[in-house]
């Protein structure tokens, strides 16, 4: 099974922009759907982004259209969500997973959840 790690977060202002990377090892990456999910202070875990295998097709959560890229590199086995505009309620631990979805929900196909990276906006 692949393992995929966290990073990037930190504390940003409001208006202001991150890059979360993740970063991933197996022998199937490549070809592994792949999502990113939040989880803000006493709310349910929820989808943020999802992306193909290459790369091609991608989905976002209505909250962040327009705001959240998410992208990836299968040579170096990682992926991005490029994050700008932010606001207070994008807060939370982010987490990256390989992915399901039945055309309108995504789910995790990993037995469990990594560690996260903490995103904090403040204003």
């Known amino acids: 099974q692949v393992q995929l790690v966290e990073s990037g977060g930190g504390l940003v202002q409001t208006g202001g922009s991150l890059r979360l990377s993740c970063a991933g090892s197996g022998p199937t990456f490549e070809t592994d759907t792949l999502a990113w999910f939040r989880q803000a202070p006493g709310k349910e875990r929820e989808f943020v982004a999802g992306i193909s295998w290459s790369g091609r097709s991608t989905t976002y959560a209505d909250s962040v259209k327009g705001r959240f890229t998410i992208s990836r590199e299968n040579a170096k086995k990682m992926l991005y969500l490029q994050m700008n505009s932010l606001k207070n309620e994008d807060t939370g631990v982010y987490y990256c997973?390989?992915?399901?979805?039945?055309?309108?929900?995504?789910?995790?196909?990993?037995?469990?959840w990594g560690q996260g990276t903490q995103v904090t906006v403040s204003s």
């Open positions: 997973t390989t992915a399901g979805t039945d055309g309108s929900s995504w789910y995790t196909l990993m037995d469990y």
